[in-house]
């Protein structure tokens, strides 16, 4: 997303109807002192001066983002419930709604700052944990996090319901990446990975590997589970899918498909393969490195930030986990499996194609990009980031 006056400005792609924020490092801010709206500055009174000290006894003297947005999601229902009763009443087609609703919890953040010190969502000592501060410590701030988004999520699913919306109305919800270990929040203390290697930023399961739910009542069956494999680039073109969309319409080029097969339950083949890289991820050796999953079939590979793009993939010999019998990624068998390793190390190749986060491919040969430390959101990352570019 861009910032005002960029081309990557939210009503400048295709949202009509923008509240929020624009800075990923503004939006660690969990009482921030204003939002956009639209192309306009709104400030928030209360949070002119926010901190720990000044917002007071969990947090109720000022307003927290996630208050406001869920208000926000829930005030434009409202409005799209009475426009579609009006059109109802005049013979008109009704009109369908697409929302995009982005809490910052319980990535970590701060009161007042874009320093990353906890998770400060309000009504901390009424929620479920507050007797568990002595034990726990600051996980307190975590857990409520995450019970306080289910609780927000919660509202803006009632207000569905309420308004009849429910079964033309599918839900997606989804998190960005596996288990935060950022903000004083330990991801063991929780064991929020689970039985999956490695949390956000690694290239192993635990680090881009984590559950999606979908509702959508008369349509999917309560409780069904799908192993199918779906990625977030899979979401425009299922949702110009379901809107019944012309295929033309769509961008060409796109590497999502329409998933709508899996979600009403119909046979649909799996993908090819599903591709990831990333700049300096949280691995046992540093650098550069990519993932790769065919079926069951997992290759992790990571080297030194390549010069140029006859050295990726960067790595030799990619590791080589078999997911149908060592979801943990135990036992790295690429010995054992000489042609499944030649055709990772293929498609690593082309999937990266002449994109990338830390090459550039603008001018002539790939060069490597040093990276901004503002980029790296915790004291751990700045100190491997020092110590291995």
Known sequence: MGGIGSSGYPTKKGFHQFYGQTSQLNCHNYYPPFMWRNEEKEEIKNNKLAS????GHDFDGCDWSGDLWTREAVDYLDRHAEKRHLQRINGEDETPFFMFLSYTAPHAGDVGSIRETGEPVPRISKSPYSNETISWGREVEYAAAVTEIDRQVGIVVDKIDKLGLDEDTIIFFASDNGASNEGEHDYMFFNSSGILKGYK??????GIRTPMIARWPGTIPAHTVSEYQFTFYDLLPTAAHLAKAASEDLPTGIDGVSVVNTLLGEYQEEKNFVYHEYCYPIEKQPGWGQALRVGNWSAVCVGKIPENLDQIPTCKVPLIYDLSVDPSQTNDIAHEHPKVVQKMMRLMKEAHGAGGICVNHNTGPAAAVRVHMM???????????????
């Open 52 to 55: 720990r000290l000044t917002c």
């Open 201 to 206: 930023r690694s290239l192993h399961e635990g």
């Open 375 to 389: 980029n790296l959101e915790d004291k751990a990352d700045w100190e491997f980031f020092e110590k291995y570019s």
